[in-house]
């Protein structure tokens, strides 16, 4: 048997070799009771299923499916793909004990995935994924013939979006935004959130162009992963046919990344404090500020001149889910293009934030250009770079603690007055600029994080990270 274990979001493994049906099932047995044995206050015995378009997601949903509903849990079960966010925002809605998507979101297309979502419409914290993971074959699977369940209503086709696409609706003002007459254009980069805007912002003035719409689960050779290589088509396009924005959305339509009207790149960390820009000023917002640590000290900066509390946290969404359940949360974001806004589920959410920027454009009747120049006049330059690197997983205890013992006098000019080390070890220099290592939760990979006031500077910072993993 496969050895099945959580990383920091679900389980990922490769189509065939240890993604198969025989171990999704022991995976959804043991999901089944863990739910039976833990009913939260307020819910009822529901799960709620989604998928995404990889290579048999939706058979790997069905038998998901039969798994919980033999376990005596009614069962919905979305009949098409559909963003993480929807399922989420449907175990909320229906106060179920929890849910399943079936994603690997970004992975390449060999790999599938199971996610797992928490009553509160979030992603299940360490506690309940080590827990599920302590119950795997200790019952034997119980499964319910799919038509049989069908018959029985202990499965229900039920689609999530249209109270989804509702909902994101009241979030937004949504009336500014359908009389913005906003272009509009969406690189789905092949996945689920493929259509999800021209059905939003359908009957308004905003032109919407989807681009790399269509279902193919080999993702057009690229992985769905919102990053600048991977919009090399889209942003030729762009050049050619000007848009206002362009939000990008990964395979399951929960992180963002994005271009602007001509095609230029954005980064996740322009992106966030774009937003949070928007929600200060614009939105006058008050509340707490969560930042996973490998995001941009411009946040940091922001938060300082407008008196907010900043809040930060390990690398994964559901660290910063933790403290959106406390309340009082302005927004929360992470390096890698998951946000989650207030008022909505404690999630990160794609769809939701390309409506966020698309009011952010509709109240300040200005380019994007425009608005990251006013950005960086307000707080200076912030460049970012970040590299993975091979690292075998028995070394990294000791690459971490030689790290923390034998932190950097400077970081180039400036020197160090910082060390942070509760996920990783992270420097931080007196300008600003940082540099961190840090493991993946399950593979021999190291990632190597700098940001500086330059890119020759950040250059510098990672080769400075190589050089200290040469130490052990």
């Given at each position: 048997?496969?050895?099945?274990?959580?990383?920091?979001d679900g389980?990922?493994?490769?189509?065939a070799?240890?993604?198969?049906?025989a171990?999704v099932?022991?995976?959804?047995?043991?999901t089944?009771d863990f739910?039976?044995a833990n009913?939260?206050?307020g819910?009822?015995p529901?799960?709620?299923?989604?998928?995404?378009?990889?290579?048999?997601?939706?058979?790997f949903?069905?038998?998901?499916?039969?798994?919980?509903?033999?376990?005596?849990?009614?069962?919905l079960?979305?009949?098409?793909?559909i963003?993480t966010p929807?399922?989420s925002f449907?175990v909320l809605?229906k106060?179920?004990?929890?849910?399943?998507?079936?994603?690997?979101?970004?992975?390449?297309p060999?790999?599938?995935g199971?996610?797992?979502?928490?009553?509160f419409?979030g992603?299940?914290?360490?506690a309940?994924?080590r827990d599920?993971?302590?119950?795997?074959?200790q019952?034997?699977?119980?499964?319910?013939d799919?038509?049989?369940?069908?018959?029985?209503?202990?499965i229900?086709?039920?689609?999530?979006?249209?109270?989804?696409?509702?909902?994101?609706?009241?979030l937004?003002?949504f009336r500014?935004i359908?009389?913005?007459?906003?272009?509009?254009?969406h690189?789905?980069?092949?996945?689920v959130?493929?259509?999800?805007?021209?059905?939003?912002?359908a009957?308004?003035?905003?032109?919407?162009?989807t681009?790399?719409?269509?279902?193919?689960?080999?993702?057009?050779?690229?992985?769905?992963?919102?990053?600048a290589?991977n919009?090399?088509?889209?942003?030729?396009?762009l050049?050619?046919?000007?848009?206002d924005?362009?939000l990008v959305?990964?395979?399951?339509?929960?992180?963002?990344?994005g271009?602007?009207?001509r095609?230029?790149?954005?980064?996740t960390?322009?992106i966030?404090?774009?937003?949070?820009?928007?929600?200060?000023?614009?939105?006058?917002?008050?509340?707490?500020?969560?930042?996973a640590?490998?995001?941009?000290?411009?946040?940091?900066?922001?938060?300082?001149?407008?008196g907010?509390?900043?809040?930060?946290?390990?690398?994964?969404?559901?660290?910063?889910?933790?403290?959106?359940?406390?309340?009082?949360?302005?927004?929360?974001f992470?390096e890698?293009g998951?946000?989650?806004?207030?008022?909505?589920?404690?999630e990160?959410?794609?769809?939701?934030?390309?409506?966020?920027?698309?009011?952010?454009?509709?109240?300040?009747?200005?380019?994007?250009?425009?608005?990251?120049?006013?950005?960086e006049?307000?707080?200076?330059?912030?460049?970012?770079?970040?590299i993975?690197?091979?690292?075998?997983?028995?070394?990294r205890?000791?690459?971490m603690?030689f790290?923390?013992?034998?932190?950097?006098?400077?970081l180039?000019?400036?020197?160090?007055?910082?060390?942070?080390?509760?996920?990783?070890?992270?420097f931080?220099?007196?300008?600003?600029?940082?540099?961190?290592?840090?493991?993946?939760?399950?593979?021999?990979?190291l990632?190597i994080?700098?940001?500086?006031?330059?890119?020759?500077?950040?250059?510098q910072?990672l080769?400075?990270?190589?050089?200290?993993?040469?130490?052990?």
């Amino acid at each position: 048997m496969a050895s099945i274990q959580f990383g920091t979001d679900g389980w990922r493994a490769i189509i065939a070799e240890d993604f198969t049906f025989a171990n999704v099932a022991r995976v959804a047995q043991a999901t089944a009771d863990f739910w039976n044995a833990n009913s939260p206050p307020g819910t009822v015995p529901l799960a709620v299923i989604g998928y995404d378009r990889r290579f048999l997601s939706d058979q790997f949903a069905r038998q998901t499916a039969e798994v919980l509903a033999g376990n005596g849990l009614e069962v919905l079960l979305s009949p098409a793909p559909i963003p993480t966010p929807a399922v989420s925002f449907a175990v909320l809605q229906k106060k179920g004990r929890g849910g399943v998507m079936l994603t690997a979101s970004h992975n390449p297309p060999a790999f599938n995935g199971y996610k797992l979502k928490a009553h509160f419409g979030g992603s299940a914290d360490s506690a309940i994924c080590r827990d599920i993971e302590a119950r795997l074959d200790q019952s034997p699977v119980r499964l319910l013939d799919f038509d049989t369940a069908l018959r029985q209503k202990r499965i229900c086709l039920h689609d999530p979006c249209p109270n989804y696409f509702r909902a994101l609706k009241r979030l937004v003002d949504f009336r500014l935004i359908a009389r913005s007459r906003l272009r509009f254009a969406h690189e789905a980069l092949f996945g689920v959130g493929a259509g999800c805007f021209e059905k939003i912002l359908a009957d308004t003035t905003c032109r919407v162009t989807t681009l790399n719409a269509e279902h193919d689960p080999n993702f057009g050779g690229i992985n769905p992963e919102p990053i600048a290589r991977n919009y090399t088509k889209s942003a030729a396009y762009l050049a050619r046919h000007p848009h206002d924005l362009c939000l990008v959305t990964d395979g399951d339509a929960d992180r963002v990344g994005g271009m602007d009207g001509r095609g230029r790149a954005l980064t996740t960390h322009q992106i966030i404090c774009l937003l949070l820009r928007h929600f200060i000023t614009n939105r006058h917002g008050k509340g707490r500020v969560v930042k996973a640590l490998t995001t941009t000290s411009m946040v940091d900066k922001m938060c300082a001149a407008h008196g907010l509390e900043l809040v930060e946290t390990g690398v994964g969404f559901k660290y910063i889910a933790a403290e959106m359940l406390k309340g009082n949360v302005l927004l929360g974001f992470e390096e890698s293009g998951g946000i989650g806004f207030p008022g909505h589920i404690p999630e990160r959410d794609g769809i939701l934030a390309g409506l966020m920027l698309l009011e952010m454009l509709a109240v300040e009747r200005k380019p994007l250009p425009t608005l990251l120049a006013r950005l960086e006049k307000a707080y200076g330059p912030h460049r970012y770079s970040r590299i993975d690197t091979h690292f075998p997983l028995e070394k990294r205890a000791a690459l971490m603690d030689f790290c923390q013992k034998n932190p950097p006098a400077r970081l180039g000019r400036s020197p160090v007055t910082g060390l942070k080390t509760f996920d990783g070890v992270k420097f931080i220099a007196r300008d600003g600029s940082w540099l961190m290592l840090r493991g993946s939760g399950t593979e021999p990979i190291l990632r190597i994080y700098a940001e500086a006031q330059s890119e020759t500077a950040v250059a510098q910072l990672l080769r400075l990270g190589v050089q200290l993993t040469r130490q052990v």
